[in-house]
């Protein structure tokens, strides 16, 4: 008899949780109730802007919008006519943008490279638009630029090489070759809008600061390229595939050049206004996933970013990693090659079915091929980008 009252009470206890349970009196304080309210979904951010800066991991950034515009069927602002860049390096006006005059603000993504000029690209872009651009320390960035652009820039075409070139800049940087010069000193500050030979004077650099603050929501730091990638999904509300990537126009290792302790110095005070750029963005980007992300789940979320892009990695590639320029075998895949640089690409896998092989290539779309495609995809009545590559990605839009 007792066993049955027992029974009894424990139905009803079990009962009567159920009951609460459903509508939802089981809450015991405040503080759980608000945990348990789902939080509001947030929407894909679409209508954004990258400053594409040089030498910054920007090319795989750049990769990432393209793929993003054509999950969802976007705008790209896209250069006019036979122009690679949105008239770089002259400042940005509206009309390097192809059929501006038409399409005016109904652009959603804007991505290659230009100099910052804030009153004329927001001429193209919606009000709604979100501003973001990317950093790197300027001590790797100035000898990933001398190698690059050794053939292009007089200041190191004679210079033997980098550690040589930094022990007195002003031997070979000449201000009157500015234009040709810009890759040799405060490329970002340049990239910017700004004078990259302005004194470094305090005041003055406090203000630009604060004025790229005002124009940007978002500064990524490429020395953290996987923390970058998903501090701007949950920025930008995007999912995971979306910043996926392979790395590209990344170079070989054998073409680094080693920088003496001396030079690492010397970058420093000769790169001083990329140099302060750095340093203050660089705290302001840890500050950010601090208040938003926390440092245990950025841990976890970048170890999925890892898992999942060694997944892709195995689905896509026969090699598993970038190859060197002379064993890419598809040579419509072969990413531009500059100065003394040995520009890496991938090699696909054979027999992938249709989707998934169009997924796998524009995963690996060097940016100038890249361009080109999604030129001819929107303006197809205009003549296509000679690129002086097979220009194979037009024939995905047949």
Known sequence: KCLIIFNLCLGLIFLSGFFHMKNKKYVISKSHEELLIPSTPCHPKTNVMFLKTHKTASSTVLNIMFRFAERYNLTVALPADQLVHLGYPKTFLAHFVEEFQAIGQ??????????????????????????FSILRNPIPLLESSYVYYKDNVPAFRISKDV????????KYYHRADYKQNIYARNIMWFDFGYDNNAEDNKKYIQEVLKEIEQNFHLILIADYFDESMILLKHTLCWD???????????RSQDTVQTLTPESEERIKAWCSLDWKLYLHFNQSFWRRIEETIGLEELEKEV??????QKELMETCLSDQEAVGKNHIKNKALLPFQSGAANILGY????????????TCQKMVMPELQYTSYLYAVQHPHKKRKQ????????SFQE
């Not at 690129?387 to 037009?394: A, D, N, Q």
């Open 106 to 131: 109904n652009y959603n993504i804007m991505c290659n490279h230009l100099r910052f000029n804030a009153s004329e690209v927001q001429k193209v872009m919606a009000a709604n638009t979100f501003y």
């Open 163 to 170: 550690n040589e070139y930094l022990a007195s800049p002003m």
């Open 240 to 250: 995971l595939d979306d910043v996926i990537y392979f790395k590209l126009n990344s």
């Open 303 to 308: 170890n999925h970013l890892r898992t999942r």
């Open 347 to 358: 090699n696909i896998k054979q027999d992938l079915d249709n989707r998934t092989l169009r």
């Open 387 to 394: 690129l002086g590559l097979p220009l194979l990605w037009t």
